[in-house]
């Protein structure tokens, strides 16, 4: 009954977990789909046995003879990175045949429509998830402590390749000093801003701030030439600056935006929401404080961001449609939207380069976008409070994203099969290529030293962003936390809460009737004003 009652509670922290995070590939819109597609692959493993008999002339001969040793190898995995399996597996094969396997590989691809996580999750618990399987790295904690994943720390030790997943990347997938996966698929985020609005501005089209100081400046001076960007554009609304906030947004207001501010706010490890050191929540901080007053600077003093369209019915189309349009000028986003949001095939590509480039189709279309893109957009990496003061960080950003592992249930014999199957799909060619061809930047810093990925300007540099990413606090109680957040940020695009004494001591009061007030701790708070003009 012990047995159970343990399985019952892993089980419900998963599904809270699942709940509260927001999965970038959880559900393609118009694709609805329940089945699984399922498919095998052989690779041929000759294990040489050898057999002595003796002549009658005393003469001793040796006879060799082949033996096939059997394995079956399950791989799950979301179809957003079929590519990426299906490019592995025959590299795989040969790799595994050149040292005498034969081992069947049999695929288990969770079809676009499905709730991955939730999926997964299903699995592990009813014992029928794959030898090895793709998942969401903000499951590395719910998933480690119900025993679900095994340690990998022996098996990356001894992998060179190891050192080219840069520090964040590597901790993302620890729990408690262990390793539990390898990032195969990952992100970065960045201040986003149309080129041809800073220029009627008056700011340099180069633009990269230093200081939170800088961003205000910019967007003061954006807001004082509002009527000739509206005129130039022919648009009846505009808006210097757009971070997201609100409960809609949901876990995008916390990581998207929030998040990319507290880690600015203070020098580490006073940056975060969560104390590693005393294994506590952080209910007050001088990072907090300066958090909360970033949203308030910029929606309730300043007035430069657009506090409507973060209660749009879809907040994630209606950012991409008003950057698109030219109503936002600066916007923090992701590393996708270069190609997601506002590319030639993205949600909402911008007007001027479809218009520049629609004589062409094919690939000949997708460059001429491309290079148009270009000249429009730009994106900044987003500076700390103070920018290069001595112990605080210079520039932020946050990184989610999926990860390669192995089931703790795999038998042992086949452990170290599903390494190597591991190790040839976060290779650097095949893994570059993969996110090269998807648009996305590649978790492995020497991604930069295969062609298809180098060739591609806009992946090549913000891989730089890798060098200095974090990542959230993915730990028990988090979602609760992040609610709060988004709760607070509304209140503040509201303007039921004004000042961010008022915001700290409320997320405080929140923080410990969430997660117990024995969980939280409260540091000094500096309350020097962040910006005075």
């Known amino acids: 009954m012990a047995q159970k009652t343990g399985a019952y509670v892993a089980i419900a922290f998963i599904i809270g977990i699942i709940i509260g995070a927001l999965g970038g590939y959880f559900a393609a819109p118009g694709k609805t789909v329940t089945t699984t597609a399922v498919s095998t692959t052989t690779v041929t493993k000759y294990a040489t046995t050898t057999a002595t008999t003796t002549a009658t002339t005393t003469a001793t001969t040796t006879a060799t003879t082949t033996a096939l040793k059997k394995v079956t190898l399950t791989i799950e995995y979301g179809e957003p990175w079929k590519d990426l399996i299906e490019t592995a597996i025959p590299i795989f094969e040969q790799k595994m045949k050149a040292k005498g396997y034969d081992v069947t590989i049999q695929k288990i691809m969770l079809p676009y429509g499905t709730d991955f996580v939730s999926r997964l999750a299903s699995d592990f618990a009813a014992g029928t998830a794959g030898d090895v399987v793709v998942y969401d790295s903000f499951m590395t904690a719910a998933f480690a402590s119900a025993g679900y994943l095994l340690p990998l720390d022996t098996y990356v030790q001894s992998w060179p390749d190891w050192k080219e997943f840069p520090s964040a990347m590597q901790k993302i997938v620890e729990y408690k000093g262990h390793v539990y996966g390898v990032m195969i698929d990952t992100d970065v985020r960045m201040i986003w801003y149309r080129k041809d609005i800073l220029k009627l501005a008056g700011l340099p089209t180069n633009w990269q701030p230093k200081t939170w100081k800088d961003i205000f400046d910019a967007a003061v001076q954006l807001k004082s030439k509002a009527s000739k960007i509206e005129k130039a554009l022919g648009i009846n609304e505009f808006y210097p600056f757009y971070i997201p906030a609100g409960t809609k947004w949901g876990e995008g207001t916390t990581m998207?935006?929030?998040?990319?501010?507290?880690?600015?706010?203070?020098?580490?490890?006073?940056?975060?929401?969560?104390?590693?050191?005393?294994?506590?929540?952080?209910?007050?901080?001088?990072?907090?404080?300066?958090?909360?007053?970033?949203?308030?600077?910029?929606?309730?003093?300043?007035?430069?961001?657009?506090?409507?369209?973060?209660?749009?019915?879809?907040?994630?189309?209606?950012?991409?449609?008003?950057?698109?349009?030219?109503?936002?000028?600066?916007?923090?986003?992701?590393?996708?939207?270069?190609?997601?949001?506002?590319?030639?095939?993205?949600?909402?590509?911008?007007?001027?380069?479809?218009?520049?480039?629609?004589?062409?189709?094919?690939?000949?279309?997708?460059?001429?976008?491309?290079?148009?893109?270009a000249k429009y957009v730009g994106y900044a990496k987003m500076p700390g409070f103070k920018g290069g003061a001595e112990g605080e960080p210079q520039y932020v950003t946050i990184s989610g994203g999926w990860a390669i592992a192995i089931n703790a249930k795999t038998s042992a014999d086949k452990r170290e099969i599903a390494w190597e199957f591991i190790?040839?799909?976060?290779?650097?060619?095949?893994?570059?290529?993969?996110?090269?061809?998807?648009?996305?930047?590649?978790?492995?810093?020497?991604?930069?030293?295969?062609?298809?990925?180098?060739?591609?300007?806009?992946?090549?540099?913000?891989?730089?962003?890798?060098?200095?990413?974090?990542?959230?606090?993915?730990?028990?109680?988090?979602?609760?936390?992040?609610?709060?957040?988004?709760?607070?940020?509304?209140?503040?695009?509201?303007?039921?809460?004004?000042?961010?004494?008022?915001?700290?001591?409320?997320?405080?009061?929140?923080?410990?009737?969430?997660?117990?007030?024995?969980?939280?701790?409260?540091?000094?708070?500096?309350?020097?004003?962040?910006?005075?003009?």
């Open 256 to 373: 998207q935006g929030f998040y990319m501010v507290l880690l600015g706010a203070d020098k580490p490890p006073y940056n975060r929401l969560y104390d590693y050191k005393n294994d506590k929540w952080i209910g007050k901080s001088t990072a907090l404080y300066r958090a909360f007053a970033f949203y308030i600077e910029i929606y309730q003093k300043l007035k430069v961001g657009p506090i409507q369209y973060n209660f749009a019915s879809d907040v994630w189309s209606t950012h991409r449609k008003v950057f698109s349009e030219g109503k936002v000028a600066m916007d923090v986003g992701g590393s996708w939207e270069w190609a997601e949001g506002w590319g030639p095939k993205g949600v909402a590509p911008l007007k001027a380069c479809k218009t520049q480039c629609s004589g062409q189709s094919g690939s000949a279309y997708d460059t001429c976008y491309f290079n148009c893109e």
């Open 423 to 533: 190790k040839v799909v976060a290779s650097r060619d095949v893994l570059a290529k993969f996110a090269a061809e998807k648009g996305k930047i590649c978790p492995r810093i020497d991604a930069v030293q295969v062609p298809e990925y180098a060739n591609n300007a806009y992946l090549k540099s913000i891989t730089e962003y890798l060098k200095f990413t974090d990542f959230r606090d993915a730990l028990p109680g988090y979602t609760k936390v992040s609610k709060i957040i988004q709760q607070i940020t509304e209140e503040i695009l509201s303007g039921t809460i004004t000042d961010p004494m008022t915001a700290l001591n409320k997320y405080d009061q929140m923080l410990k009737s969430a997660v117990g007030a024995d969980n939280v701790e409260e540091l000094p708070v500096n309350t020097e004003p962040i910006y005075t003009g």
